[in-house]
């Protein structure tokens, strides 16, 4: 007898939308239901996936979460995703759905397009894809280019394309959505909120679904069940890079097929321990404003506490709290990941953290 395919929710979203605290809130509202969970990062220290395992739930066991460190989704679906996928789903004990975090700096189109791998796309569906919207960014003009500025500059140079790599990022992650999730709500009043829906709806040609949400607070009922099976959709969905390259191919001139992320860069700094949070924090907003650093997260030893100290930082709105005790015999320390554009001063922003 043919097993039901298992369905798989990915969820996208761009730097600190707010996807690992929605991640929390499902797998504590699950209701029973086996989630495993697949989340990339971006860098070298996971933070999400540390995170994660301090959440507490019952479905939140280690062996259910699977970390991949090996760059971006996108660009090791053969070398790391479909192992990854094809170990999960040989367990005696499968789980009821899949939840795949991408990395903020991730396009969600080649990993949906994944489902369609042979040894997979029999035995996994894509239930829907999630995209969490930091609406504060959004309305902050975060992922929009000064058009005014580049129209003046493109009377110079005629190539000149107007997207940043943040903007194209954002609108690939939009048009990839089954669900979108225009988070931080309550950070701004009913007008700011339709200037963020009007902003986002203008951006993609599909109409997918949309929701208000406050810290990461959406059912699991909403999230999960969407039934869309979006692997067989996303010739409609393609992004920015895949329309370029369909573009330059039909045009006959010579063209690069490597996708890589060379926009960004991220680094990971220790520092040592964190003796007044709220102060260590205060600061850090002066070295991210001045050194335009897009997001910095990681976790700080405080002394005399004997919990481990979480930090996250979406440009200069930081939050921080105490997530779980120190494992015994585990290296109490302080790292933090710092992502930012890839003509970010590393050394400048490595001395003035460690001035802290």
């Known amino acids: 007898m043919m097993r039901e395919k298992i369905p798989a929710t990915v969820i996208t979203g761009f730097l600190g939308a707010g996807k690992t605290t929605m991640i929390r809130n499902l797998l504590q509202n699950a209701n029973g239901k086996k989630i495993a969970l697949i989340i990339n990062e971006f860098g070298d220290l996971g933070v999400d996936g540390e995170v994660l395992k301090g959440c507490g739930a019952e479905n939140c066991t280690e062996d259910d979460i699977i970390e991949l460190t090996n760059g971006c989704i996108c660009c090791t679906v053969a070398d790391d995703f479909i192992p990854t996928m094809t170990k999960l789903l040989e367990r005696d004990s499968r789980p009821d759905h899949i939840v795949i975090e991408t990395s903020g700096l991730a396009l969600p189109q080649p990993l949906v397009a994944a489902f369609n791998w042979p ?13 969490v919207v930091d609406s504060v960014a959004v309305a902050a003009g975060r992922f929009a280019d000064d058009h005014d500025k580049v129209e003046a500059l493109r009377a110079d140079d005629t190539s000149l394309d107007h997207e940043s790599p943040l903007e194209e990022l954002f609108e690939d992650q939009l048009t990839c959505a089954d669900l979108i999730v225009l988070n931080k709500s309550d950070l ?15 951006r993609i040609n599909r109409k997918p679904a949309m929701i208000e949400a406050r810290n990461g607070e959406v059912s699991a009922a909403v999230l999960l069940g969407l039934g869309i099976g979006t692997e067989a959709d996303i010739d409609n969905r393609k992004s920015h890079h895949e329309l370029e390259h369909e573009a330059l191919h039909e045009s006959g001139e010579p063209h690069d097929h490597h996708h890589d992320h060379d926009e960004f860069d991220s680094f990971v700094v220790e520092h040592g321990p964190v003796s007044d949070p709220a102060a260590f924090v205060e600061k850090l907003k002066g070295v991210i404003e ?51 554009l890839h003509d970010m001063d590393e050394a400048a922003v490595r001395a003035a953290i460690a001035a802290l």
């Open 119 to 131: 040894d997979i796309r029999t035995q996994v569906t894509v239930d829907g894809v999630v995209t």
């Open 290 to 340: 001045a050194n335009d650093v897009l997001r910095l997260k990681g976790f700080a030893d405080v002394p005399g506490k004997p919990m481990r100290l979480v930090i996250q930082a979406v440009g200069s709105r930081i939050e921080h709290y105490f997530d779980r005790v120190w494992a015994p015999g585990e290296n109490r320390t302080t790292r933090l990941v710092v992502i930012g």
């Open 188 to 202: 701004l009043d009913a007008a700011g909120m339709d200037r963020v829906k009007a902003d986002v709806v203008a």
